[in-house]
């Protein structure tokens, strides 16, 4: 281990002998700085994880042998006021206490509130605008409590007791009578409330005006428990509109009552179709399960026909939906509804559902909404996880695209290409996060970016490529993604510019897992690691560092150079061409390139080299050369001369310098190779001990010093050579009889070869 300590050692012994001289001695002028940004230590040090694994949290990624999370239940009914958009609901919640904690209050959201006048949400909306918020609506918003209370049961016999609660914007907490015990004390608590939906809410649910009937798409429309996890404890960071949610899972027992020409579809199953729906629909329902063409359920003419009644009575729809983060569902008299069966890989099968108004009927558009549900959820289901629910519920209504669990809400506009993009994108987050149940409060990448890069898979995948997307020049898009201004992709949301959330949250870490799995994994190794992430932490929490460790103990890849740069910071990428030598100046008999790695990104390295006769190579350095170096210089095999060299010839990586990108032999640096012998020999200096022995080895200068190990110097211009291990230059005499031994801060001692 002696040679890993060899620059301290070296320099603090010749330190000890020369250190009377120094102040005798005229110091030399300092080196000139170098052009390159790249520092090798930041971008491949030690210490990537900040914390060591622990009982709930394993080092190699996986949920430890003590791992818990608490569970929340919900048996919710709620009626629908189909005149002034109000529901009025409540919930009983089960609430099971799993941690090792005991607890005396608890903490549940109430998203509503986001849409009051006054709330923190509302008052962060910048003058220009926002997707978020109400869009300047003026309603009487946000959650109406009418009571909180526990429910105990004895001796088969339920009592309801009023309980201390308080509300504080989008949280409300509440305060237990007795102390909720730990691992497995459940507590229920009862909640009565009322809200009147905005039109257009944060694009995550709202109410459209149809010809034939609103269409309501409800969401974030119950309280619903923080959650309590082992690294945070409660997770109570409010809800401002641009993060989105992070859940308990539990199960959902849900009625909802809408006036009778309503037909209403949830994130679960029906389970009283003969209730509510005619013989009709419930044969062509069966007939959808067992086609895999898309089969009308609910035609346009008889939506037509259901919307000129004027209902005095309701019905009452009941679906039930089992380990779930969420619940959502969508009601309207104007619905044409299909549907189609979906086949999974366990050959279980489940059911592909649209639902959309008479506008937004057609081939062209949501007349194919079915067959691109069932085509992303068989291929997602395939290659990475299957897909647990009984149906897929495609909504067109106001909003512009939002996921929840077995459900969607897109914009009842979209068409063909706009169509596939959203319902692809919305029911790939199926997988994260409704599976894979990440902190979206705090980092959307690991939802939306893991679902944006799946989704660039995928798209390739459907109808033997129809909607194909080319490949980006990433070239073009480095500004966008290192631009200096952007935040970190770790970055909360709520904690970056509202116009950065695209780049930041979806294209940038989709772009990142895109290059570790063609560039850097493979598509073998990565698929595999991005498989055991699924899987581990399928229905549970995972944290930022359980991803990267994952990723990095099932592919046998250490990792933490790639996460730095692009996940905790927002380093450029910039490597060059700098110069070419022929070997003993000869073309025939080989060509040393020398490339640069100038910002503080790392990358491995492609080059297309070109020589006169036409013949083109394809060279892969890897990562590793930048691990202890800015520069390097390796040999090419060639029997001519090089007429260009091209680094990223195919615009993979982010490279936001394209002019040093290339060499070519018109306007390219030519170094000459430099006879090495007239350095060589011994050297010494009568008033210090030791000696300085320089040989050759393959071309290049070995230094030995008795009782050290060997290193090697490099020849830098005018008789210069350095060291960049030692941090030592040798600047030689014209006649390469002596030279003077430089260390970094410009102090120097003559040596005379003997």
């Known amino acids: 281990m002696k040679k890993y300590h060899f620059t301290f050692t070296l320099q603090f012994l010749l330190l000890l002998f020369v250190s009377s001289l120094w102040s005798q001695q005229s110091p030399v002028l300092a080196p000139i700085k ?14 990537f994880y900040s914390n060591d694994g622990s009982k709930t ?30 529901i009025s609901s409540k919930v009983i919640i089960t609430y099971t206490n799993n941690s090792p904690d005991n607890m005396n209050f608890l903490w549940m959201y109430l998203e509503q509130n986001l849409f009051k006048d006054n709330s923190r949400g509302n008052a962060i909306i910048p003058i220009s605008g926002s997707r978020n918020g109400a869009q300047g609506q003026v309603f009487d918003g946000g959650n109406k409590i009418k009571s909180v209370k526990i429910v105990t049961t004895s001796k088969g016999k339920s009592t309801e007791t009023d309980v201390k609660y308080s509300i504080y914007e989008t949280r409300m907490q509440v305060f237990l009578p007795q102390e909720l015990k730990s691992k497995g004390g459940i507590v229920k608590l009862k909640i009565e409330y009322s809200f009147i939906s905005p039109k257009e809410g944060s694009d995550r649910m709202g109410v459209l005006e149809t010809k034939n009937g609103k269409v309501f798409t409800m969401a974030q429309w119950y309280p619903r428990m923080c959650v309590y996890d082992d690294i945070r404890g409660w997770n109570t960071n409010p809800y401002l509109g641009a993060s989105e949610f992070y859940l308990e899972y539990g199960d959902f027992d849900v009625a909802i009552t809408v006036p009778s020409n309503q037909f209403v579809v949830c994130s679960g199953e029906l389970v009283n179709k003969s209730e509510v729906l005619s013989l009709k629909e419930q044969n062509r329902f069966v007939t959808a399960s067992q086609s895999d063409k898309t089969v009308i359920i609910r035609s346009k003419e008889e939506v037509i026909e259901n919307a000129t009644t004027n209902p005095k009575t309701t019905k009452t729809w009941r679906f039930k939906l089992n380990n779930s983060r969420d619940i959502a569902w969508a009601s309207s008299a104007s619905f044409i509804v299909d549907g189609a069966r979906i086949n999974l890989p366990s050959g279980k099968k489940s059911l592909a559902i649209s639902v959309y108004p008479i506008e937004s009927d057609g081939m062209d558009a949501w007349g194919r909404s079915t067959e691109y549900v069932k085509a992303a959820i068989e291929n997602y289901s395939k290659r990475w996880f299957e897909y647990p629910y009984k149906t897929a519920t495609n909504v067109a209504g106001i909003v512009s695209g939002m996921e929840y669990p077995a459900m969607s809400f897109s914009d009842y506009k979209d068409k063909g290409k706009d169509l596939w993009s959203v319902t692809d994108h919305e029911f790939g ?14 980092y959307a990448w690991m939802d939306e970016g893991f679902n944006t890069f799946i989704n660039s898979i995928s798209w390739n995948d459907f109808n033997n490529g129809e909607y194909k997307k080319e490949n980006r020049d990433l070239h073009l898009y480095s500004k966008n993604f290192t631009n200096p201004s952007l935040e970190p992709i770790m970055s909360s949301p709520d904690n970056m510019k509202e116009a950065n959330i695209g780049i930041l949250s979806y294209y940038k870490p989709s772009t990142a897992l895109t290059l570790l799995r063609e560039q850097i994994l493979g598509p073998e ?4 690691a991005f498989r055991t992430y699924i899987e581990r932490w399928a229905y549970k929490h995972p944290a930022p560092d359980d991803f990267f460790r994952t990723m990095e103990n099932a592919s046998g890849e250490d990792l933490g150079w790639f996460w730095r740069a692009w996940f905790v910071n927002n380093w450029q990428l910039d490597q060059g061409v700098n110069a070419i030598k022929y070997v003993n100046n000869d073309p025939t008999k080989g060509v040393y390139i020398t490339i640069e790695n100038f910002e503080k990104m790392a990358m491995p390295v492609t ?24 520069e390097w210089t390796f040999k090419h095999n060639s029997t001519e001369e090089i007429e260009s060299i091209i680094i990223d010839p195919d615009h993979i990586l982010p490279d936001n310098n394209e002019s040093n990108n290339s060499w070519n032999s018109a306007t390219g640096k030519i170094e000459k190779d430099i006879d090495l012998k007239g350095y060589l020999g011994t050297y010494s200096n009568n008033k210090y001990i030791g000696t300085f022995v320089l040989s050759l080895k393959k071309g290049v200068i070995n230094v030995e010093m008795k009782d050290f190990p060997k290193f090697t110097i490099e020849y830098i211009d005018n008789n210069t050579f350095e060291s960049k291990a030692s941090g030592l230059t040798f600047q030689f005499a014209e006649n390469k ?17 003997e």
Do not use: C
Request: hydrophobic share 30%; charged share 30%; glycine share 6%.
């Open 737 to 753: 009889n002596s030279f003077d031994l430089i260390w970094d801060d410009g102090n120097k001692i003559n040596y005379t070869r």
């Open 607 to 630: 080059l297309e080299i070109k020589t006169k006769s036409g013949k083109t190579t394809r060279i892969q350095l890897p990562v590793e050369i930048w691990q202890r170096n800015e």
């Open 57 to 86: 949290r394993s080092v190699s990624g996986q949920p430890g042998v003590e791992y818990w999370k608490n569970k929340a239940d919900y048996k919710l009914s709620a009626e629908l006021n189909d005149a002034d958009n109000e």
């Open 34 to 47: 170098k052009v390159s940004n790249y520092d090798y230590y930041a971008a491949f040090g030690p210490y």
């Open 525 to 528: 190794r990565f698929d595999f």
């Open 429 to 442: 987050h199926i997988w994260f996060p409704m599976i894979v149940g990440s902190n979206e409060r705090l």
